[in-house]
């Protein structure tokens, strides 16, 4: 399994992260030696078997639909890089 | 003996029979933490006004006569855990002023008991890593030689114990995060049941594998401590609602007839010799203490790292894309846009080994590998659980080395992670099959390393595996050494 460089800057597109050149290169040598190495999966034979994405059996779980006092603007805008009010500022979204 | 070599029994003993108080104890091992942290770097921040407040309260409470086992025990726990008020940083720049407006359920029980926080202690970066090697905030230090690695992620919540820094410390195990740095440091290490103990304020890497557990200096202190955790939480939909046994009670230290399962593709012929020598010797204590052995098989451990690494991964890279500058943690200051501002953010506050793990989960979720290798793993996975539901058909638990090798170089492995992420063989496997498993101090290196054994359990079998352990335990001095500072 070989990962180029073009491959990084896509997958990093997607993971929102930006790399030098430097850190393409040793990503994408890396990438290929351990994506080498998940290859051996191939060696088994899955047909038939049902994929497990959590390891104890449990159906939905639900609850009682009752009122709570929330944590409130304050706390939860306690850790806001940047806030004006009872909002969140961002960098300007729409031209 | 010194306050801070002492149990979470001994020093409840004497906080009891009012030899000492609660306040004295939080002094002794806040004056340890300040002695000996210079050599180890246990900690990421220490918290000693909490620590005080927390011993008065502990000694108003003993003294009112309503007293827990955990009543005035300092303990530290691993900056994964959310502690409303105080500083949470996961091991990484990202959260480095993120102070939490709410904590853990697994601190707030121990809180509840009259536990004191001594302070909040060094990890791999979001728990990623196997030496600690990849935390923000400094190298951590093993204490039985300082010039290797504690082993990871919860490298500081087994350092901390292993320096004498912390009675009993709460760590987190993903791919063996607490059973190896607890193997590697000379102390009792527990990965629960997945479900068994709740998440909630746990700062997330993957959500399918994560479970709290604790590091403690024996295993009364681990069954004191998994007590005082077990339980459902209603704020964890994963916990699971099955009534918590009295662990302490299940050390009665007869074994007898106990049928221990030795699964043969766990001795594999790299085992470090010390670490076999380890196994045979305690193979050979169980057999006096009158177990019986079984040889077993899981065929599929040798496929456990790959799938591990395409499961985690996949996971991290979805739990990881919460970090974008927007509600807290870093915020890049000169992005123009708001894309530029999430790229900017997480590339300045993500460490390498990170974002290493973050590009390789993206592109095993990417379009036109989903299948090839998130889905595969997944199956992967089902075939590993059924290998421990096939091999536990015929014993009550399993006996196995915790790492191939005892603690290595700092350095030695930074730069080749694949080499880093095999050193997890022996952990890994419990994790994908969700069941539990602790690592017991079982000897020493010819260098002096300490040396763990595994006991892996049935799914919410955590009673016999601490059965078996303190029985163990019981017949051998291991965990009565101390490291020399």
Known sequence: MSVTVADVEHVARLARLGLNPD????????????????????ELDTEGITPTSHAVPMENVFREDVEKMPMGVVKALSNAPQRSGSFFNVPKVIE | MNIYDMTIHQLHDLLKTKQISAVEAAKDLLA???????LIGSFITVTPEQALAGAEAADRRIAA????????????????????????????????????????????????RG??????????????????????????????????????????????????QATATLGTDTGGSIRQPASHCGCVG??????????????AYASSLDQVGPLTRDVIDCAIMLGALAGHDPKDSTSVDTPVPDYVSALTGDIKGIKIGLPKEYFISGLDPDVQKAMDAAIETY???????????????DYAVATY????????????????????????????????????????????????????????????????????????????MNDFIKAFNDVDVMLTPVAPTPAFKISEKINDPLQMYLSDIFTIPVNLAGTCAM?????????????????????????????????FEQATDWHKASASL
Not at chain 2, 32 to 38: G, L, Q, W
Not at chain 2, 77 to 97: A, H, M, P, Y
Not at chain 2, 105 to 112: F, N, V
Not at chain 2, 190 to 203: A, D, M, N, Q, W
Request: net charge positive; glycine share 10%; with cysteine.
């Open chain 2, 190 to 203: 527990l990965k629960p049941t997945y479900g068994r103990v709740s998440r909630y304020g746990v700062i």
């Open chain 2, 309 to 384: 690494y395409l499961i985690a991964t996949a996971e991290a890279s979805s739990n990881l894309a919460r970090y974008d500058g927007v509600r807290f943690g870093h915020r890049a200051k000169e992005a123009a846009s708001l894309l530029d501002m999430y790229v900017q953010s997480r590339s300045e506050g993500f460490g390498t080994e990170v974002k290493r793990r973050i590009m390789l989960g993206t592109y095993a979720l990417s379009s036109g590998y989903y299948d090839a290798y998130y889905v595969k793993a997944q199956k992967v996975r089902t075939l590993i």
């Open chain 2, 115 to 164: 536990a004191v926080l001594l302070g909040k202690l060094n990890q791999d970066e979001f728990a990623m890593g196997s030496s600690n090697e990849s935390s923000a905030y400094g190298t951590c230090r093993n204490p039985w030689d300082t010039t290797r690695i504690p082993g990871g992620s919860s490298g500081g919540s087994a350092a901390a114990i292993a320096a004498r």
């Open chain 1, 23 to 42: 850190q393409k290169e040793l990503f994408a040598c890396q990438m290929s030696a351990i994506l080498g190495y998940v290859e051996k999966l191939k």
């Open chain 2, 65 to 112: 006569g309503n007293m827990d086992l955990l009543t005035g025990i300092p303990l530290a726990v691993k900056d994964i855990f959310l502690t409303e008020g105080i500083r949470t940083t996961c091991g990484s720049r990202i959260l480095e002023n993120f102070i939490p407006p709410y904590s853990a359920t697994s601190w707030e029980k121990l809180l509840d």
């Open chain 2, 439 to 471: 690592s017991l101090p079982a000897g020493f290196s010819a260098d002096g390393l300490p040396i763990g054994v595994q006991l892996i359990g049935k799914p919410f079998g955590e009673e016999t595996i601490l059965r078996a352990g303190y029985a």
């Open chain 2, 287 to 301: 057999q006096r203490l009158g177990a019986e052995f079984i040889d077993v098989s899981l065929p599929h451990t």
């Open chain 2, 32 to 38: 340890r933490i300040e002695t000996v942290e210079p």
